[in-house]
């Protein structure tokens, strides 16, 4: 087997050297220099398309979903391998993607064949951007008291509500949702169902941050005209289906795309330079080795849980505890940076202040939503308590 992995480790590496351009190789600015996908998507460059038209072809973009959907059939040594070898020239991710982090999975194991061939290439592909219809105005913590309403009108469902939070719906195609189709029961009165997001009576509103961008907005449905073979699972089966969702869901946020975030020890050195061959200030510079342990040592323990998981484990409630952590960890390595950056992360807008220095500061803004979204830190928290702490309610 070791022979078979080297064997596979020099074609990656020959094959990434030759495909994989120049300026894939460079850190991501940000979000909006990330590789989203869509109907209507507008790449950057050529380059950012040709990375993502290669990588998609060989199924990369998700190298362990299986090759008839797309899928890399890679094994979880192969992809360890793919993963360092990427890691090794510092290539990018080729594409982020909802579809890829939370609704794949789910597909893969509750949806149908029909449902697979026809949503899972083209989210490998990235011909398709996904959004999640969970949060309502008056259902957010408490998810399950949703009620936005799906009827049965014989040959569709007829949907009718309000979703908020809803990442990116304005620039999405499809939505992956959980709407009420029963009202005499709460968890069990719920089913998922997929929204085409161009279909009469969806209306999108942005929201916009104190961070001065919109990536969340409200999400409306009036009278929408739905087929019968876009509800995955079963009827009222939804709850299940929503559970594991949020498992890789949560999972995702408290990795908070490391692909595209800027490193702290590489924007340090940018703004306070070296003294003696180690970064000038020694305060700061304790402070970001102590926090690139944690860092380091939580990548581990994801890593080692995400193993567990493949071999069968039941690691569920270790969702909930990453994604305190990582929100915690993101949080801080957010507050390092400004403190780096010094009087260049005080700025909004204007001609004195760079790109890099204004991405600063609005993204130590946008790691405050960190704590909220994907379930709160306190939700969590609870849901830490009582899964591994075995603690009961006081109430």
């Keep these: ?6 064997t596979f480790r020099t074609e990656v590496r020959a094959w990434l050297e030759e495909n994989c351009p120049p300026a894939m190789r460079t850190p991501m600015m940000g979000e909006d220099d990330a590789v989203w996908g869509g109907r209507n998507y507008k790449f950057a460059s050529d380059d950012h398309k040709a990375w993502l038209d290669r990588m998609a072809a060989k199924g990369w973009t998700a190298p362990m979903w299986p090759k008839e959907y797309g899928g890399g059939g890679l094994s979880n040594a192969e992809n360890r391998v793919l993963s360092q070898e990427m890691a090794r020239i510092n290539a990018r991710t080729p594409l982020f993607s909802f579809g890829l982090w939370m609704l794949g999975p789910v597909l893969l194991e509750y949806a149908n064949e029909e449902q697979k061939q026809e949503h899972l290439p083209k989210i490998t592909r990235g011909e398709i951007r996904w959004c999640q219809g969970y949060s309502e105005p008056g259902a957010g913590s408490d998810l399950a008291g949703l009620q936005t309403k799906c009827e049965d009108k014989g040959d569709h469902w007829l949907i009718n509500g309000q979703k908020v939070w809803t990442s990116y719906a304005d620039k999405a195609d499809w939505c992956f949702c959980l709407v009420r189709t029963d009202t005499s029961v709460k968890h069990e009165g719920i089913s998922f169902v997929l929204i ?17 961008s919109s990536p969340f907005c409200e999400t409306f449905f009036t009278d929408v005209k739905v087929p019968k073979g876009n509800m995955v699972g079963r009827l009222n089966g939804g ?42 200030d020694r305060d700061l510079r304790a402070r970001i080795a102590e926090h690139k342990m944690t860092e380091r040592a939580y990548a581990l323990s994801v890593a080692r849980a995400q193993e567990e998981a493949k071999a069968g484990a039941n690691v569920s409630h270790m969702a909930s505890m990453f994604k305190v952590a990582g929100a ?11 403190e780096a950056a010094g009087n260049r992360a005080l700025g909004w807008g204007g001609d004195g202040f760079t790109p890099n220095d204004l991405s600063i ?27 591994v702490l075995g603690l009961r309610d006081t109430q």
């Design 196 to 212: 085409d997001m161009a279909s009469p009576g969806v209306e999108t509103r942005p929201i916009k941050l104190i961070s001065g």
């Design 1 to 6: 087997m070791t022979d078979q992995l080297e």
């Design 361 to 387: 500061t609005r993204g130590w803004l946008r790691s405050k939503g960190n704590s909220i979204e994907g379930g709160t830190t306190e939700i969590n928290l609870n849901v830490v308590a009582k899964r």
């Design 239 to 280: 709850w299940e289906i929503a559970k594991r969702l949020l498992q890789y869901e949560r999972t995702n946020i408290s990795g908070f795309g490391s692909g595209a975030r800027a490193d702290v020890v590489d924007v340090a050195l940018q703004y306070i330079g070296l003294e003696h061959g180690a970064l000038a």
């Design 328 to 338: 915690t960890l993101n949080q801080e390595r957010c507050e390092l940076l400004v």
